[in-house]
């Protein structure tokens, strides 16, 4: 334990023992369900649509330009917040004011998403929503380390997880089946994030963080704060960048779904295909995410998992790169759910166990975070010209398994976790 928790077991900073129960799970269940519900309704069907609408000559790069820019909100917003969260005096608690005060301000950035008329309009108000939800994800994602032990960490990971996935196949339904329109679609998600989050603001213990165990504050120290060290801490340099490549293959993968569908596999009903397909990758996250953080916790182990994991989405790339058909679609959706319900749980309990310092958790959480929004930035650069290219989406998806067999390789490389 740090001598910043000195044996206070309630504290802020103290090292967690003792089990969380299920009104905790439940409450961090509910906020990662609206944050993921806010942020992949518009990524999978809304944005495109506006996109289209504003752009019809150009959606592609149109669409590439308005989720780049959200991604660069993401690598800026997560950290600062995670960072500035850590030094949060609050009675609230350091987490939860960033939670609540985000979630409300990203519901107001959605809303205004739907009176856009331009690219650089959607791309603007897209950029302050990640900034602001991701606000709001900071405060969630660092209760973890802050508040379950260790030898739970794989089980509360799965149940993120699966309420992660949830969120993106609730989103995508709710917009594209349920509420077609646009503009009530967008509202719609709006409210539901701000209610979702509500339970966790009201119910989850979040200990205030004594103004003596914050370090005074240096803006050069703040900000170098933010390179941790592959030299004093390769571990956690290991850990960013294998997530950094498994998030790039999935970005490559998800961020033309919807055109692949519509232009490669000429498919009657895009819109409604992707839900069937988001529909079976849940399927998949659903049965093994629960089951393989508790099997991990359990045994202790937790690389082989997502070795495996990783190697089973590259599969599921080849088999979308080979056969561009619906059918097959629907096969390597399943299957990439199966192993990306693997991975949610078991590398995220994984990272909360490489993190340096617990009075930096939420500022390093939110580095390991860049990993995760950075290759949506990069994502639409490496694809845009692949799939207007000679190789089209078969190019695209040999390219997304290539990128995610060697995050496997690589995760070999870290060494205090078994």
């Known amino acids: ?72 909100m993401s690598v800026v917003g997560n950290p600062l917040a ?37 690219v650089l309009g959607l791309a603007v108000v897209w950029g302050f929503c990640q900034l602001t939800i991701n606000a709001a994800y900071a405060g969630v994602t660092a209760t973890i380390p802050d508040q379950v032990p260790v030898r739970q960490r794989g089980l509360v990971s799965g149940w993120v997880g699966l309420a992660q996935t949830v969120g993106i196949v609730l989103g995508v339904a709710l917009v594209s089946i349920v509420v077609r329109p646009l503009v009530p679609g967008i509202i719609l998600v709006a409210i539901l994030l701000v209610l979702l989050v509500l339970p966790f603001v009201l119910r989850v213990r979040d200990p205030q963080l004594a103004d003596h165990k914050k370090d005074p504050f240096d803006l050069v120290v703040f900000v170098k704060g933010f390179w941790v060290s592959p030299r004093l801490y390769p571990d956690f340099a290991w850990a960013w960048i294998t997530r950094f490549l498994m998030q790039l293959g999935n970005a490559l993968a998800t961020l033309y779904l919807l055109f692949f569908l519509q232009d490669a596999v000429k498919f009657d009903d895009p819109a409604g295909g992707q839900t069937v397909l988001v529909a079976l990758y849940a399927l998949g996250t659903v049965i093994t995410a629960v089951v393989a953080g508790r099997i991990s916790d359990r045994s202790g ?62 500022r390093d959480l939110g580095v390991i975070n ?34 995610t067999l060697l995050s496997a390789v690589l995760v070999t490389r870290i060494r205090s976790v078994p």
Do not use: C
Request: proline share 5%; charged share 10%.
């Open 1 to 72: 334990m740090s001598a910043y928790a000195e044996g206070a077991a309630s504290s802020a900073l103290a090292e967690p023992t003792s089990d969380v129960r299920r009104g905790y799970i439940a409450a961090i269940v509910f906020a990662n369900l609206g944050i993921m519900l806010a942020f992949y309704a518009p990524i999978t069907s809304l944005l495109p649509r506006l996109a289209e609408q504003v752009s019809p000559d150009s959606k592609e790069a149109a669409l590439g330009w308005i989720t780049g820019v959200g991604a660069l």
């Open 82 to 118: 995670g960072a500035l969260s850590d030094r949060t005096t609050s009675r609230l608690g350091r987490r939860k004011p960033w939670v609540l005060y985000g979630a409300m301000l990203g519901a107001l950035g959605l809303v205004a998403l739907s009176v856009q008329s331009t």
């Open 301 to 362: 182990r937790r690389k082989i998992y997502v070795i495996w994991s990783t190697v089973v989405m590259a599969f599921s790339a080849v088999i979308l790169a080979l056969f561009p058909v619906f059918s097959a679609a629907m096969v390597a959706a399943f299957i990439l759910g199966l192993g990306y319900g693997i991975y949610l749980a078991v590398d995220q309990a994984l990272v909360t166990q490489v993190l340096p310092r617990a009075v930096d958790r939420g």
């Open 370 to 403: 860049i990993a995760n929004a950075a290759p949506q930035v990069l994502a639409p650069v490496i694809a845009a010209p692949i799939v207007t290219g000679a190789t089209g989406y078969t190019g695209l998806y040999l390219l997304t398994a290539v990128v």
